[in-house]
């Protein structure tokens, strides 16, 4: 059973940075695209960040790009999100998606929660 | 940037109706559309893949129809455990973007 463990949210002031992991298991990692989706609150879901399954391909949404990095650790089936400058924008659930490149995300970690306050 | 708009927001009816949900895309985008459902403090769940096709382990009261710009997931007799918020997803274009959801609740 593939599963997906996000891990790293938490309470952070506006400006800050913050990492966010995603553990991959039951799966050939390496293999697949990864992605991230966050979800304010009492809000639809956004896309955030795709990255492909060698790295070299990385893809980021408009509202997060020159402040968030996606990267990937293959040897440790990880993927991650790096965010800087953080705004009360910010402050939602990111989930941990597999797929994304060429398919549909079809597993989804349980999120971990980010929220922007001072 | 291609918009999804799905229609109605709200739906709402009983165990054993059928239910019928629409995502419009703003521009073409073939048959790269997904449906995912969001029950209430749970992570999504992919329920279709490219416009028809079930996602493993779900069931086949759950069918996808369209192309092009017009999509459709229809719930042939809701269980009580379909009552949930269900969203359209494409993958023609980046960014990737998702409609803004339709919740079918209990009447």
């Known amino acids: 059973e593939v599963q997906l463990v996000e891990s790293g949210g938490g309470l952070i002031r506006p400006g800050g940075s913050l990492r966010l992991s995603c553990e991959a298991s039951?799966?050939?990692?390496?293999?697949?695209?990864m992605t991230w989706v966050r979800q304010a609150p009492g809000k639809g879901l956004e896309w955030v960040s795709t990255?492909?399954?060698?790295?070299?391909?990385?893809f980021l949404a408009d509202s997060v790009k020159g402040r968030f990095t996606i990267s990937r650790d293959n040897s440790r089936d990880e993927v991650y999100l790096e965010m800087n400058t953080v705004g009360a924008e910010d402050t939602a659930v990111y989930y941990c998606?597999?797929?994304?490149?060429?398919?549909?995300?079809?597993?989804w970690g349980q999120g971990t929660r980010v929220t922007v306050s001072s | 940037e291609i918009v999804l708009t799905q229609s109605p927001d709200t739906l709402s009816l009983s165990p054993g109706e059928r239910a019928t949900l629409s995502c419009r895309a703003s521009?073409?985008?073939?048959?790269?559309l997904a449906w995912y459902q969001q029950r209430p403090g749970q992570a999504p769940r992919l329920l279709i893949y490219?416009?028809?096709n079930r996602a493993t382990g779900i069931p086949a009261r759950f069918s996808g129809s369209g192309s092009g710009t017009d999509f459709t997931l229809t719930i042939s007799s809701l269980e009580p455990e379909d009552f949930a918020v269900y969203y359209c997803?494409?993958?023609?274009?980046?960014?990737?973007?998702f409609g803004q959801g339709t919740k079918v609740e209990i009447k």
């Open positions: 990255i492909s399954g060698n790295g070299g391909e990385t």
């Open positions: 521009q073409s985008i073939s048959r790269y």
């Open positions: 998606a597999k797929g994304g490149h060429l398919s549909a995300y079809d597993v």
């Open positions: 039951g799966l050939t990692f390496r293999n697949y695209a």
């Open positions: 490219d416009t028809s």
């Open positions: 997803q494409q993958r023609s274009n980046w960014p990737r973007t």
